[in-house]
């Protein structure tokens, strides 16, 4: 379990900014960090790894303490058990991809999983090149790769597929939760990709001005935002029906006609030509992939 | 025929001149890029010093510096048995002091260019800093080395008020081949001072076209 309590003074965008975040982090989960540019996300994985430092805090990881401000312990980025998936990626120009890999070795650690990265992240082919020549996705799985070596228990990625297409996007995802389970990792994750979100993450933590103002599971947190599984349309009616108890409302909808069902107090109040949202959760649609 | 020995001396006076200063400017450089220390101003001020001032007034200060009559200077000649005053030794640090922003700003600026997240990275994956610095940090600014390295060979070469006043014209000792052109000149030997300019200039000339060469990736293209 890592329990996190900083509090830090940021100079945002936008003047002056405390961070001061409390929470804790189950062992092997997978943490989402969500939130607009500028909240403090990568400030906190940077504090995490030793390259910042708070202006008071702890950081207590399965029992050991890598920070207390008040005792004055303070680990070295060096000391610290951490795999870190830098947002440029971070790879070393002056190695090839293998090089990479082995450089991040710790003294006298075998080198048989270097081996085993490479074919688990399916790097075989890209082993010898230099990586700029390697593309965006290739980057992204060298560094993954090489952040695991030294098989940290704490795996941090700071928005490690933004930069990428869907298709590849999707593959590093798989990646990424593969290697999350084979290593029994925690991983912490920036994304701003709610789909992504969802798919991967066992809880999100979503921040505001350097502060987590909601966190659980990501259906908890998004469940009253965007993703509120609601279809809505705007259109105009063309037709009002009266059947029994219902209205049958005709539609106009963009090119379409939609017949929708209004029950009577609804359709007692409207006329041709009112403007209307239609609206329905999303239990039960029906899919029918086209492209 | 000319005398070759200025020549010698001048090469020889850059090359340990360079060397030294290699091993100086990096950990100085290194500092000077990283440190948020409040110094960083007044050492980054003494080192470009020598770009602007007079090299015969850093000449004059340490003439007056290293002179046995002086208590500094006294106190080498007993203590460590140094004569800094028309001596090689004396050339020597002079030089390194003339020379030394042409190697430290390409270096620090190397350094300063260079994505600070490499640094970090390698502290994450549990590196020195000396294993940073030697495996990561060096190895990516090559281009800056190199351009430190020959810029500092080529101003020691061209170096000519310093030497002047704390060398003097002490053949095989201090007599490098810019003195001994003006020398050449002051006893209207004017085809030997034409020499030794022509062998200054070609040379010059070669080595920074080399690294020019270089550093433009220019030779990359007949590799492979």
Redesign the interface.
């Known amino acids: 379990m890592i329990e996190i309590s900083i509090q830090k003074k940021l100079t945002a965008a936008l003047g002056e900014m405390l961070l001061d975040i409390n929470t804790t982090i189950n062992k092997g989960s997978l943490v989402t960090l969500y939130g607009k540019s500028g909240v403090g996300k990568t400030t906190i994985l940077r504090i995490l790894?030793?390259?910042l430092y708070p202006d008071s805090g702890k950081i207590i990881v399965n029992g050991d303490t890598w920070l207390n401000t008040t005792t004055k312990i303070n680990l070295?980025?060096?000391?610290?058990k951490?795999?870190?998936v830098?947002q440029?990626y971070?790879l070393?120009?002056?190695m090839n991809v293998k090089e990479n890999l082995l450089?991040?070795l710790?003294k006298g650690q075998n080198s048989s999983i270097v081996n085993h990265l490479i074919e688990i992240i399916e790097l075989g082919e890209l082993q010898h090149r230099k990586p700029d020549t390697l593309s965006g996705g290739q980057k992204q799985r060298v560094a993954l790769a090489?952040a695991l070596?030294?098989k940290p228990s704490i795996l941090m990625l700071d928005e490690p597929l933004s930069a990428l297409d869907a298709e590849i996007r999707f593959k590093l995802q798989q990646y990424i939760l593969a290697v999350h389970k084979e290593y029994n990792l925690t991983t912490l994750l920036i994304s701003h990709d709610i789909s992504e979100i969802l798919r991967m993450s066992d809880k999100v933590l979503e921040l505001e001005h350097g502060k987590i103002v909601r966190q659980g599971t990501p259906n908890e947190v998004f469940n009253h935002k965007e993703l509120n599984a609601k279809f809505q349309f705007t259109g105009t009616i063309i037709e009002i029906e009266k059947q029994d108890f219902l209205f049958i409302l005709t539609v106009r909808i963009g090119k379409d006609l939609v017949k929708v069902v209004a029950d009577e107090s609804e359709g007692a109040q409207l006329i041709i030509g009112d403007k209307i949202l239609v609206s329905s959760k999303a239990f039960n649609p029906i899919i029918h992939k086209i492209g | 025929m000319i005398d070759w020995e200025p020549l010698i001396l001048t090469f020889k006076l850059a090359f340990i001149t360079t060397v030294l200063l290699l091993a100086i400017s990096i950990p100085l450089a290194y500092w000077l890029a990283y440190t948020k220390s409040k110094l960083k101003p007044i050492c980054e001020t003494i080192v470009s010093m020598p770009l602007v001032l007079p090299p015969t007034v850093i000449g004059f200060y340490l003439l007056i510096a290293f002179s046995p009559a002086n208590s500094f200077g006294n106190w080498l000649n007993n203590w460590l048995g140094l004569k800094l005053v028309f001596s090689f030794e004396g050339l020597l640090i002079a030089s390194i002091i003339y020379s030394l922003p042409f190697m430290v700003h390409p270096i620090q600026a190397g350094f300063t260019n260079l994505?600070s997240?490499?640094k970090?990275?390698?502290?994450?994956?549990?590196?020195?800093r000396t294993t940073t610095l030697f495996?990561?940090l060096l190895?990516?600014i090559k281009s800056s080395l190199l351009t430190g390295i020959v810029l500092a060979f080529a101003h020691t070469i061209g170096e000519f008020g310093v030497v002047l006043m704390i060398g003097g014209n002490i053949p095989g000792k201090t007599k490098v081949a810019s003195i001994a052109i003006y020398d050449e000149v002051e006893s209207l030997n004017y085809a030997a001072a034409n020499t030794y300019s022509l062998i200054l200039v070609a040379l010059t000339f070669s080595i920074l076209l080399a690294v020019y060469l270089i550093n433009g990736g220019y030779l990359k293209q007949f590799k492979k």
């Open positions: 790894a030793g390259l070295k980025p060096q000391k610290r951490v795999g870190f830098f440029d971070a070393f120009p002056n450089f991040a710790n090489r070596v030294q | 994505s997240s490499l970090d990275m390698s502290y994450v994956l549990g590196k020195s495996k990561i190895p990516n």
